[in-house]
């Protein structure tokens, strides 16, 4: 991907307004620090830090600084679960659950069904801890724990040196011993240690937030940076999925559904628009916004969780995100 010093002059303008504009959006969110950066047609066009990553240090966030990234997890543990099991394997996306899984609670529901937050009655109801369960399956497909293919076939295919499954990895058990080399490891430890530090505001001030330690799953657990989910977004379109898989995921599965296959779905300014978020209750928040048709993804990370809070009361417009609106509004008019 080439970098932002090759973006154009008049694009060094119009990102030098979008930066004021985050800028005053982090402030107005109490946001201590966050991440951000504007692909086009592959390409980094632009980054940038805000704020602090380490309030008591004065650290600045930038490209590199890696942030749990919550349920935004999702679009990558069903880029894997569609690579895994329907193009290189032959599950259905209307194979029930249980055919993978037998555990999984729910006789009825099929792959695409919680990959889509469809529950039973037809209905939407978002539900990471359901998506989570998928993980089963993709191991059942794969015929490798979820951690060591995640590390193999995105963190190491697609050269995301600066991600983890996880945070716990950094206190390794006899199992990770047995999913990664002694090198992952060392350098799943770097990530951590370097990790942006989480904040929740208490009494007008932003107080330090102690994050139990996580492992990744379908539905959570990564780390990551922007630059690395640069490269991921790149890998989705053009390396990991078959295109008519990448069509089915960025489809709604109904007139009256929000979300396609691990990933909400809208239009804007009649333009198709892709997104998903991510939160860490206190602590940190992921957003991540694809107009397809235009080539353009932007994709933000913050050490709070303010990014995520317009989608906690079961609102599912990205435009009710300030930061996906100012995003829309300059580049997508």
């Known amino acids: 991907m080439a970098g932002a010093q090759q973006r ?15 800028e005053s959006l982090r402030e107005q969110a109490a946001i201590p620090g966050m991440s951000a950066l504007v692909l086009l047609n592959g390409s980094v066009v632009w980054s940038s830090g805000f704020g602090r990553a380490d309030i008591e240090s004065g650290l600045r966030p930038g490209a590199d600084t890696p942030y749990l990234i919550g349920g935004l997890s999702q679009a990558v543990g069903a880029t894997l679960l569609l690579k895994e099991c329907i193009d290189e394997s032959y599950a259905e996306l209307n194979d029930p659950v249980r055919k993978w899984s037998p555990a999984f609670p729910d006789r009825d529901a099929t792959i695409a069904h919680v990959l889509g937050h469809v529950a039973a009655d037809g209905s939407f ?26 590390n193999e076939e995105i963190f190491g295919r697609l050269g995301l040196a600066f991600s983890s499954p996880g945070t716990a990895v950094r206190s390794p058990t006899s199992a990770d011993f047995d999913h990664f080399d002694t090198p992952d490891l060392v350098r799943f430890n770097e990530v951590v240690n370097r990790m ?10 932003h107080v330090r937030t102690e994050v139990a330690a996580l492992r990744a799953d379908a539905a959570s657990g990564v780390v990551s940076t922007v630059r690395d989910l640069a490269r991921f977004d790149y890998a989705v379109e053009d390396v990991l999925l ?16 929000p979300a396609g296959l691990g990933w909400f779905v809208q239009t804007y300014n009649r333009e198709q628009v892709v997104w998903q978020f991510g939160q860490v209750p206190d602590a940190y928040s992921a957003l991540m916004v694809k107009v397809p048709n235009r080539g353009l993804t932007f994709i933000l990370l913050a050490n709070s969780d303010a990014l995520a809070a317009p989608f906690t009361g079961n609102v599912w417009d990205v435009t009710a995100s300030a930061f996906a609106r100012t995003f829309l509004l300059m580049y997508v008019p």
Not at 8 to 22: D, I, K, N, V
Not at 125 to 140: G, K, M, W
Not at 196 to 205: I, L, N, S, T
Not at 242 to 257: F, I, K, Q, Y
Request: with cysteine.
């Open 125 to 150: 109801r978002y539900d990471p801890s359901r998506f989570a369960a998928l993980t089963p399956v993709i191991e059942a497909c794969s015929e490798n724990p979820y951690p060591r293919l995640l």
């Open 8 to 22: 154009p002059a008049a694009q060094s303008l119009s990102f030098s307004l979008f930066e004021r504009y985050l």
């Open 242 to 257: 078959e295109r008519d898989t990448r069509r089915r995921a960025w489809s709604a599965l109904g007139p009256n559904l």
């Open 196 to 205: 942006a530090k989480p904040y929740h505001v208490e009494r007008g001030r």
